[in-house]
């Protein structure tokens, strides 16, 4: 038993249709849109729609020749949220046929695992087993997705903050353990913490450039999929926070850090058969704030939150939240990885410098596929990207 690595051969792409935006203006369908598109030349894509309206309306805003295509398929399947990553289904491949592995969802520690809003999602990944008529592999570690990074040959990388926070009660042999019978991992790789603007919202706002304190979007506390990713099986692209952004950004100085005591932990760790891994730095974009607003979807969430510092949400004023950002947060797939830009027009010059800069980095590690880097930051404000919103299923 193992799980498959993102860069292994695919029989499909599972995204789910987006229900809201996170922002005004900023389309969360039409990321979708782009990324089916880009998807569809390479690899059968399943688009999961929570209710009759949504496949309606799917039919209706998607291009036709996306619905006519039949490397295109719609799903009806019930669902809150749309990061496919986090409660879709982890397929693994056992005794040569696929089969899932049935974690729970607390929400990313938001909600109870018994929550209403969190048992929906969470039941997602068995209600596709149950439609592609394959088994399951229930557990009652709470893990999502975009936590954990395979490498296919039975190496996983971890995160300290995440996995322990959802699973206060287990020690690390036993999460361990959990992933050796449920993913078939026989070695780990335990990394400390991930970005700082991927931390917890309820913690409470952090310092941002400029003096201001700004809030994180709904963020995971620190999903490995942000700052470090498996090109190949040796392979292990890292983030890198450039020296210019030291001075005046202080999310960038606990990045540096956080990420400084990462590459010490990757620089000493071995795979499973005892070699050392090739790692690759990929810049960080520079911190990107917005003033939310009252009526933001994601604005009333924050507002109704607990906040562990102590202080009171601002009700009915605007908020300056931090873009959940990353050009570690690629989809691979056949033939294809398609990455996250930033530059848009009238913006710095340096931001399309970093953008160029990220995307000859995963030419020069995916040398035989083509890459792509798409304006995901509709998906940014609500706390991940674009390999957030989608989940692979691997080729037998």
């Known amino acids: 038993m193992r799980a498959p690595a993102e860069f292994e051969p695919q029989q499909a792409v599972w995204l789910m249709y987006p229900q809201s935006d996170h922002v005004e203006e900023y389309s969360n369908v039409e990321v979708t849109a782009e990324i089916i598109r880009q998807l569809l030349p390479h690899v059968r894509v399943k688009l999961v729609v929570a209710n009759d309206s949504l496949l309606t309306l799917a039919k209706k805003t998607l291009p036709s020749d996306f619905i006519k295509n039949t490397n295109f398929e719609l799903i009806k399947i019930p669902y809150n949220e749309y990061w496919a990553r986090d409660m879709g289904p982890a397929f693994i491949i056992k005794n040569k046929k696929l089969a899932v592995a049935d974690f729970q969802f607390n929400t990313w520690g938001y909600y109870d695992t018994l929550a209403a809003y969190a048992q929906l999602d969470e039941k997602l990944d068995e209600r596709v087993a149950a439609i592609m008529n394959i088994n399951t592999i229930p557990t009652s570690l709470i893990s999502e997705g975009g936590g954990h990074e395979s490498n296919g040959k039975g190496t996983l990388m971890l995160v300290e903050a995440v996995e322990m926070g959802r699973n206060p009660g287990l020690t690390k042999a036993q999460i361990e353990a959990e992933y050796t019978r449920t993913l078939g991992?026989?070695?780990?790789?335990?990394?400390?913490?991930?970005?700082?603007?991927?931390?917890?919202?309820?913690?409470?706002?952090?310092?941002?450039?400029?003096?201001?304190?700004a809030y994180t979007v709904l963020t995971t506390n620190g999903h490995v999929d942000e700052f470090a990713r498996f090109a190949d099986a040796q392979t292990i692209l890292l983030a890198e926070i450039d020296s210019t952004d030291l001075a005046d950004d202080p999310i960038a100085r606990e990045n540096h850090r956080r990420i400084a005591e990462n590459l010490r932990i990757l620089e000493a760790a071995r795979d499973q058969d005892g070699k050392p891994f090739r790692i690759v730095r990929m810049p960080m974009p520079k911190t990107i704030l917005w003033k939310m607003q009252p009526g933001d979807p994601v604005y009333q969430l924050i507002s109704e939150m607990e906040f562990e510092d102590g202080h009171t949400f601002p009700q009915g004023q605007e908020i300056d939240v931090v873009a959940a950002a990353s050009y570690l947060n690629f989809l691979i797939s056949n033939g294809i990885v398609i990455g996250q830009k930033y530059w848009r027009e009238g913006l710095d010059p340096e931001i399309k410098e970093r953008d160029e800069a990220a995307r000859r980095i995963l030419q020069q590690v995916f040398p035989d596929r083509k890459i792509v880097m798409l304006d995901a930051l509709p998906v940014n404000w609500g706390g991940g990207g674009i390999h957030c919103i989608t989940i692979h299923e691997p080729k037998i």
């Open 185 to 213: 991992a026989t070695h780990f790789i335990w990394l400390k913490q991930g970005v700082h603007e991927d931390d917890h919202t309820h913690l409470g706002a952090i310092d941002a450039p400029g003096g201001v304190k």
